[in-house]
T-cell receptor, first 108, second 116 residues
Framework: GQSLEQPSEVTAVEGAIVQINCTYQTSGFYGLSWYQQHDGGAPTFLSYNALDGLEETGRFSSFLSRSDSYGYLLLQELQMKDSASYFCAVSGGFKTIFGAGTRLFVKA | DAGVIQSPRHEVTEMGQEVTLRCKPISGHNSLFWYRQTMMRGLELLIYFNNNVPIDDSGMPEDRFSAKMPNASFSTLKIQPSEPRDSAVYFC??????????????FGAGSRLTVL
């Protein structure tokens, strides 16, 4: 089977850096993805890691360690608009399974 | 491209009624997914299709749920009969497969179902 664990919520202040961790157990692992979902909206793709290491996309970076079955999403220079839920997801072939999500609250 | 299009956006129905949710994937995408989202259970994968063929329906909760993809541009998720515990947001997503090494899902806006 497949399972993912991530914190249920994180609070940070505007301009700060926050890291959201994700550990997973799965068979047939292809990669780890991150999605953002604002209240009332649909999940939108942020980043993907298939290999160990750090991937950077603007203010967002994502890290993967396949040997540790662990990854994280790093958000820098936090803005109020970053308040949302963040989901890690594991892909095995076409199948993508999502974690329960981390609710990020950004305070002024 | 208009993205993944779902209808209806909102549906309120009474227990026992049939519900049909519709999805038009992005043109050229060959995989389509149906997810259900609730506060208690998060984003659950119900079923996915590749080239219009159902590949894995192990997430479909009961026989009351069925999904079809008669062609590359249309899919339906049907619940018959509906129950209050089916109330959730149902998302359809599509992907063209591995692009730049990533399996990127594009989600529709969702169909919010309330069963009274």
């Amino acid at each position: 089977g497949q399972s993912l664990e991530q914190p249920s919520e994180v609070t940070a202040v505007e301009g700060a850096i926050v890291q959201i961790n994700c550990t997973y157990q799965t068979s047939g692992f292809y990669g780890l993805s991150w999605y953002q979902q604002h209240d009332g909206g649909a999940p939108t793709f942020l980043s993907y890691n298939a290999l160990d290491g750090l991937e950077e996309t603007g203010r967002f970076s994502s890290f993967l360690s396949r040997s540790d079955s662990y990854g994280y999403l790093l958000l820098q220079e936090l803005q109020m608009k970053d308040s949302a839920s963040y989901f890690c997801a594991v892909s095995g072939g076409f199948k993508t399974i999502f974690g329960a999500g981390t609710r990020l609250f950004v305070k002024a | 491209d208009a993205g993944v299009i779902q209808s209806p956006r909102h549906e309120v129905t009474e227990m026992g009624q049939e519900v049909t949710l519709r999805c038009k994937p992005i043109s050229g995408h060959n995989s389509l997914f149906w997810y259900r989202q609730t506060m208690m259970r998060g984003l659950e994968l119900l079923i996915y299709f590749n080239n219009n063929v159902p590949i894995d329906d192990s997430g479909m909760p009961e026989d009351r749920f069925s999904a079809k993809m008669p062609n590359a541009s249309f899919s339906t998720l049907k619940i018959q009969p509906s129950e209050p515990r089916d109330s959730a947001v149902y998302f359809c997503a599509s992907t063209g497969g591995i692009q730049s090494g990533a399996n990127v899902l594009t989600f529709g806006a969702g169909s919010r179902l309330t069963v009274l």
